[in-house]
């Protein structure tokens, strides 16, 4: 079954100021989407093979170029193939952002709800959860995602927030919104659906970027941190404005943090 996740009905306004336009036409954006299917890979089958071998060395060498190379030398290929990345070592974290939104559908499972929503029945230990309760185990579910490069990931997010990146970086984390409201179940098609997915992108952001001076066993004070900015989370404004300090504070903060410490970035 095939469902569209954007109305249709108001233009994208709210969040033009906050996440660019891809030039989709909304009805079209999530056509892909189905249960019975996975989604299939942007990547082409060269490209995925060498960002994915990338991956093993990104604990030990960063999101480089020579993470790149020893991926395409793992894959099989010469080490000139990483000239398919022209945006070097950006490629890398956007494959690693993409393939981990995209993989929340297969490791979340909400029991009892035939399409990830919030339908009767589903629920953790005979207990229903509501669209919140799914929405903060989604978003946990993304940030350990980045577990195993947390210690790399101050240095992409400075990556990220260099002037050619933010565009696509903030593209990217309003698709993980839009993901993350689509599998807990929210079906709203009012003008919520805007303010709630700039709100949420920005918990987000704010989360994963706690999460990288996080020294707490196990995350334990991310999560907590996650569960206080869901609950001040009030409307549109704060929103926002969150997003637009995680573009000031990456940009500025972790870039001169990175920079005194030596790292050329």
């Given at each position: 079954m095939t469902k569209s996740r954007i109305p249709t009905s108001s233009p994208l306004k709210l969040l033009q100021s906050t996440v660019p336009s891809r030039n989709i036409h909304p009805s079209t954006l999530r056509a892909y989407h189905s249960?019975?299917?996975?989604p299939?890979?942007?990547?082409?089958?060269?490209?995925?093979?060498?960002?994915?071998?990338?991956?093993?060395?990104?604990?030990?060498?960063?999101?480089?170029?020579?993470?790149?190379?020893?991926?395409?030398?793992?894959a099989g290929y010469p080490a000139v193939s990483t000239n398919l990345f022209p945006r070097g070592a950006f490629d890398l974290i956007n494959y690693h952002l993409v393939t981990q939104r995209l993989g929340l559908r297969d490791r979340v499972q909400f029991p009892g709800s035939e399409e990830g929503g919030s339908g009767g029945g589903d629920g953790i230990g005979g207990r229903r959860l509501g669209v919140g309760a799914k929405v903060k185990i989604l978003i946990l579910e993304r940030l350990w995602g980045n577990k195993a490069v947390i210690h790399r990931w101050q240095e992409a997010l400075a990556l990220m927030a260099l002037p050619p990146h933010i565009r696509p970086s903030l593209t990217e984390l309003s698709l993980l919104s839009?993901?993350?409201?689509?599998?807990?179940?929210?079906?709203?098609?009012d003008t919520s659906w805007y303010t709630k997915r700039a709100s949420l992108a920005a918990v987000y952001a704010s989360a994963e970027l706690f999460m990288t001076q996080d020294s707490s066993r196990g995350f334990v004070e991310t999560e907590r941190f996650l569960e206080r900015r869901l609950g001040d989370v009030r409307g549109v404004g704060t929103g926002l404005g969150s997003v637009g300090e995680w573009v000031s504070f990456t940009g500025r903060g972790v870039v001169n943090g990175l920079r005194s410490r030596g790292v050329r970035i």
């Open positions: 249960y019975e299917h996975s299939p890979t942007p990547f082409p089958p060269t490209q995925n093979a060498i960002l994915s071998a990338s991956l093993a060395h990104v604990p030990t060498y960063g999101f480089t170029t020579t993470a790149l190379r020893l991926g395409a030398q793992d839009d993901e993350l409201w689509f599998l807990a179940g929210d079906t709203s098609v």
